[in-house]
């Protein structure tokens, strides 16, 4: 910055371009000559020594010599609206909040104006972009009215197609896909399915399940005591839709009598309808049924133990049923043993032409204990024959 020589005392001297002035006191010297004694300065000058100096802070903006308040605009967190009668041009316009406008203009001839994606030219819209039309809804719902058993996508005749609220391309995608229902299409546990009577039901399993989850979602799911409460086991609930989950403790229940049940199930929510819809899979069954014992052997059974020695045994699950034994070449007694309630139907010798042996057997009673300790009376029938089979027959069973 220029200063010039003091050379009268008819006006501002030393002025620069900010047009800041220092007025003198009394004649003209040179301005080494000076100090803040001889001279009084404006505002925003100071003199040390012989120089002088401008002081920044006292220096007022806004009152500068050629100041035009609107072209000093500080939109600095302003909640005042940009107007202008003129252009804005530039690269780019960035606005982080919403732009309100009547009339979008192309600039460049002929290229059209593209928005979001969505190329607008010619009074239309690029085919290519329709996705782009996602913030345009449709006000109302689309009855179906159609005849000769036409359909439209997914609807028939009469159906409403829930449009309201939803784009085209949302419309468009419900009327092309049916919704297909999330199932569950397995669902199992560790152990056996069917058990002794009398057997308790405890401790720790494993359950494995398979999901079809078509059109849904299923993120979590709860393993239910069908039996005891239709409750939550408490390992099980709300756990990650994996296909699995081990050492998950079961409720007690012992299954004292043929035919009792120990039944779970999975369920689950898909999570895409509004509101959430629930699922839940077949039971998985474990069911107590007592055991028939039956083939050849050296003496009449007097235990359980003896029962179970005659070599054959399966369990009685209804009261009809049908089964064979091998006589051997040994023995000459034969045992059929059935549970409380069930009766001897007939007794055939496949290997002599269907011989009838059914009354050749004799019935008693024999007590035995179930898996939980309590008593059940069983119907013994022996047939003693004089000496062997030989070669072996094949005897069918009917059970009554």
Known sequence: MAVNTIGNSNGPIGVDEL?????????????????????????????????????????????????????????????????TSGDITGDTLLATAEIYTDNIVEYTSDEGVTIDGVLIKDNSIDASYISGLSANT????????????????????????????????????DIAQEYITPSFTSFSASGATQVEVGTTISGDYDFTWSTNEGSGSIPQVTIIDVTIGDAALGDAENILNDGSENNVTVNTNTLAASGDKQQWKITGEDSVPTPPVSYSSSNHTITAYYYRYYGPTSSA?????????????????????????????????FVIALPPGRTLASVNDEDSLGADYTDEFTLSTLTIQDADGENAVYNIYTMTIVGTFDPPHTLNVVTA
Do not use: C, M
């Not at 003199?47 to 600095?76: R, Y």
């Not at 689309?142 to 419309?171: D, R």
């Not at 003896?306 to 369990?315: R, T, V, W, Y």
């Open 301 to 333: 059974p007097a235990s359980k133990a003896d029962l179970q020695a005659l070599g054959g045994s399966a369990f009685q699950t209804s009261n009809s049923q049908s089964f064979s034994f091998e006589t051997g070449t040994t023995e000459s007694i």
């Open 138 to 173: 449709l006000s109302s719902d689309i009855v179906v009215s159609l005849s000769g058993g036409k359909t439209f996508g997914k609807y028939t005749n009469g159906q409403t197609i829930p449009a309201t609220g939803k784009t085209p391309e949302e419309v468009l995608t």
């Open 19 to 83: 047009g800041i002035g220092v007025t003198p006191v009394w004649g003209a010297r040179s301005l080494s000559a000076l100090n803040a004694i001889d001279y009084s300065f404006s505002t925003g000058l100071s003199v040390t020594g012989g120089t002088v100096s401008i002081v920044v802070s006292e220096i007022d903006h806004d009152s500068l010599l050629n100041f035009e308040e609107n072209e000093h605009i500080d939109w600095t967190n302003t909640d005042e609206e940009l107007v």
